[in-house]
């Protein structure tokens, strides 16, 4: 819609010129650090960044109402830097121009209401909003969109002329690395990702690979190819796309406006769960909240349920035991979630220290209540991956528990595409789950092809068809 048709008083902020004065701040010892660098953690005390905008007090002159409507109008415009998560891009990443955004599609994802039969199974209505929706079929583009935004501005601002991105992945941050990185000059940027071999699905190794990226197997899981990234970063000149660098955590914060804009800004009795690996999801969720309460955009911030499995649950037990120990993960179907060190655990504990408190809670779950939450609710019209099933697994425990209540309002994350682990449904149909799954597959829910001849004859009475 051309911005002339839209209302007077809010035309001149739909195209957004604040800027701010976003820096790399320490969330230990609070020092700054300009944005012209690649950073991730404080060069003098070594803990983790965050991201943050200087002139936010600024933004509070605007009353929560007017945000309201600058975003749902925002929606209207034809503006490209503005139809993905830039869309709130005064919250989000203010100081990157809008001639430097890359957008490929990524968010507005949909939030869809869970089927009836689903819903009496969970024991409450809720609704999934389906991240796999995104262009490389999970959440991390949301991420990715905001940290690709910055090199590219970096590679016009500062004149660099050779870029090397890398990451470590659980299967889908190297997808969405890799697409992004791919659609910038190759001439100047390099796109390197380390997976533990044979702990991504086969869909998911596909995708770097098709995007064209170096992909390095390195032996043992996740947490093993972090150190390396981590090293590297630490010694060499890379740029890393890890959610230990905070422009991920903010691209990704657009998911809990996202939910926010859905729910028309009711945000009372809400609860958002979200399955929690290297933790940097659920700390940008997290923040993304804080940032819409500080405006008075929302009246309320959520309570935030954080699911695990026990096969990888340093977060769940850190909340049950009071004390922090990083976990040795055994084998789960919620694979992208099987971190046992998190790194933006400093972040989380932070968050629920200053904001969330008793508004954050876990569960943790077993194998099977993981995959059959998948299962179950991708045979009633839904598409979630097993980190999906995990956070319904995980609604009906917490509802069981009595720690989430009916009346509550619950969004549940399905992180990526179903399509990218169907070959934990494919272990689960063909009852071969390796021992250290823990899994046994019940007949229920097993499915199979039938081989018939070519006839419609024997298609007929296979089915059992009525003549009319
Ligand atoms: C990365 C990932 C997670 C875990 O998110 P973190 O930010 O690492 O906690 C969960 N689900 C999927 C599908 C993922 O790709
Ligand atoms: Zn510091």
Redesign the pocket.
Known sequence: MNLEKLPLPIQKLLIPEYSGDVVYECIACSAPYALDQFLYTCPQCKSLLRLKDQRFHELKKIDGTVWREIFDYRHMLREEALQGIFLFKELLFPSIPLQDVIYLGEGHTPLVRSNPELSSIVAMEFFVKN??LNPSA???DR?MASAISFINYSIRTRGLTEVLGICA?????S??AALYLSYLDKKIVRSVVLLPKGRVTPQQLSQPLGSGATVIEIPGVFDDCMKIVEQLAERYQVCLLN?KNPIRIMG?KSYAYEIAQQLEYNTRELVVV???????????IMEGFIDLYSLDIIPALPLILAVQSVHANPVATWRSTGTYTPVSVKPSV?Q??M?GD???FPKVKKLVEDYYAEAFLTVDLQEQDIIEGMLEANRHGHVV????G?SIAGLKKALSQGIVKKNQTVVV????HQL??SNFQEMYFQKNFPGGYNICPQDTFINKPVQLEASSAAVAQYLHLKEK
């Open positions: 991240d796999g999970s959440f991390k991420g992945s659980t299967g889908d941050t997808a969405a959610s990704q979200v399955p929690v690996g290297n933790a940097g999801n659920v700390t940008a919620a992208a979630a971190i998190p790194v933006s991956c097993t980190q999906g995990e994350d399905s992180t990526a990218k682990f």
